[in-house]
């Protein structure tokens, strides 16, 4: 079946450690998008890619940058994880932009 | 700017009896209009959306809504709830406008779906 796979689920990192997050889809959709949910709020869109062409929010912290190296994958980095980056990361893809976005099952990222 | 609202954070109903979740919107032009469902520790599942046409939409799962253009609404509605459909809903808006236009989503209303 076509979807959206974010690896890993769970992922617990320590304070100012680097973590990657990973997503992949099989839609061959042309958007990507990342986003993050604090305790069932929300969710809050971070940025996204239209094919090779990334687009940021305007008030997504430095400290949150992507990669979509080809058009099944994209990552989220976190260069420097704080406390307050605690929260489930949510993968979104669609074929254009204005289509359904169709969601991963998301990671949740604790930070120690 | 759209902006959307959910003026219920918890929806009780027994199972078996029909279920409303409330959304409004705020768009300058015309909506797009989206419900998700989300369970515990997972992503969003898509259950309807407008676009345009017929005012009454169906959906996943026996879910249906109704867009109101004069009362800027889009009511999520099930006429039997059962009890796995507690879980948290969300309501999503974006214009219709040239460009990107970011999907804005409700504040979440939390279902809970007695035996």
């Known amino acids: 079946d076509a979807m959206v796979i974010q690896n890993p689920r769970y992922q617990v990192t320590q304070f100012g450690k680097p973590v990657t997050l990973s997503c992949s889809q099989t839609?061959?959709?042309?958007?990507m998008y990342w986003y993050q949910q604090k305790s069932s709020q929300a969710p809050k869109l971070l940025f996204h890619?239209?094919?090779?062409?990334?687009?940021n929010e305007a008030d997504t912290p430095d400290n949150f940058q992507s990669r979509r190296p080809n058009t099944s994958f994209c990552f989220l980095d976190i260069r420097s994880p704080g406390l307050g980056d605690a929260a489930m990361y949510l993968c979104a893809t669609s074929r254009l932009t204005g289509d359904t976005q169709y969601f991963g099952p998301g990671t949740r990222l604790t930070v120690l | 700017a759209q902006s959307v609202a959910q003026p219920e954070d918890q929806v009780n109903v027994a199972e078996g009896n029909p279920l409303t979740v409330k959304c409004t919107y705020s768009v300058s032009g015309n909506p797009y209009l989206f419900w998700y469902v989300q369970y515990p520790n997972r992503g969003l599942q898509f259950l309807l959306k407008y676009i345009t046409g017929d005012n009454l939409v169906k959906g996943s799962y026996g879910f249906e809504a109704e867009f109101n253009k004069s009362q800027t609404s889009f009511h999520l509605k099930k006429p039997s709830a059962l009890v796995s459909d507690s879980a948290l809903y969300f309501c999503?808006?974006?214009?219709?406008?040239?460009?990107?236009?970011?999907?804005?989503f409700g504040t979440g209303t939390r279902l809970l779906v007695s035996p």
């Open positions: 890619y239209y094919d090779k062409d990334f687009n």
């Open positions: 839609l061959n959709h042309n958007v």
């Open positions: 999503a808006v974006r214009d219709k406008g040239t460009g990107f236009q970011k999907l804005v």
